[in-house]
């Protein structure tokens, strides 16, 4: 059975608080990560460990999803937690800050038969690294 918009959507925010089980049996054995240049679902578990060692208490808003004609999938979200880490690369040298953030992002999966075949991102790195970095 075809990938439908609300399964991928479902499994990507299950995947951000934690229980990526489901979205890492999505992708397909070549899939390709336009974000990081990888294949396969390898680098999906250690943006998984990431996000664990970064954030805690996270909640997810999915704001859209939308399914077009070229059977990709576009997700929507604003993932909210309390920066407890700096897994990701980009954080690697911020402390701890305790501090609660917002993070938007928009995520395109492109789906064929049953699998994700690929995966582009937008995601607002910057706005975080503002939030965890601020003055009280």
Do not use: N
Not at 1 to 23: F, Q
Not at 91 to 117: C, E, K, N, Y
């Amino acid at each position: 059975m075809p990938l439908d918009k609300s399964t991928v959507a479902d499994a990507y925010v299950r995947y951000l608080e934690g229980h990526g089980e489901r979205l890492l049996s999505l992708f397909a054995t070549d899939a390709l990560d336009h974000v990081s240049g990888q294949t396969g679902a390898e680098i999906w578990s250690t943006v998984g460990a990431w996000l664990q060692e970064s954030f805690a208490d996270v909640t997810v808003d999915l704001h859209s999803v939308a399914q077009d004609d070229e059977a990709r999938v576009l997700v929507w979200v604003t993932l909210h937690g309390t920066h407890v880490g700096s897994a990701f690369p980009w954080m690697r040298d911020r402390r701890p800050s305790g501090r609660r953030v917002a993070w938007q992002q928009l995520h395109v999966f492109r789906t064929q038969g049953d699998s994700i075949t690929e995966h582009w991102a937008v995601r607002d790195d910057l706005r975080v690294l503002d939030a965890i970095d601020r003055a009280d």
